[in-house]
């Protein structure tokens, strides 16, 4: 089983003792895909409503974010934990975990470990979003009645 740990508070991959610090959004896609297992095909859509919840984003986006998720675990040294399905979505490859790192712990040593440079910038996340207009966006929100039946809906 090759397991690839995830630590959310330092937003670093770790396999083997090797490091990997990513983007926020790439610790949530690979939380994500952990949680739903390996052997489950998980359709874009599906990981663009967990991973982008409350946004509408573009495929180009979800298929960025897979991709530099991928060039990541192949500088760990993970080669093709995730498969594309064509037509369904994106498969974690049995014998593969993606796991969250336990609070306190660290990322067990070996003699090759080291730390990747670099990080890789998404044109879906261009615009960062301030702390205090998102709080007040989330008040006014609660604050509105709905008028009604939405004219369209999600899925």
Not at 16 to 45: C, N
Request: net charge positive.
């Amino acid at each position: 089983m090759r397991t690839l740990l995830i630590d959310a508070r330092t937003n670093q991959l770790c396999h083997r003792g090797q490091r990997s610090r990513v983007r926020p959004l790439i610790v949530e896609l690979a939380l994500y895909i952990g949680r739903r297992g390996a052997g489950s095909v998980i359709p874009k859509e599906e990981i663009a409503s967990h991973v982008w919840p409350r946004k509408l984003v573009s495929d180009e986006c979800v298929l960025q974010a897979i991709s530099e998720l991928r060039k990541h675990l192949r500088s760990l040294g993970l080669e093709a934990p995730l498969s594309t399905i064509r037509k369904r979505g994106l498969l974690l490859e049995p014998g593969h975990r993606f796991v969250p790192m336990a609070a306190g712990s660290s990322c067990p040593k070996t003699p090759e470990g080291r730390l990747p440079e670099g990080v890789n910038g998404c044109p879906c996340n261009r615009y960062v979003i301030d702390p205090q207009l998102e709080r007040k966006a989330r008040e006014l929100e609660a604050s509105v009645e709905p008028l009604g039946q939405p004219f369209f809906k999600l899925a």
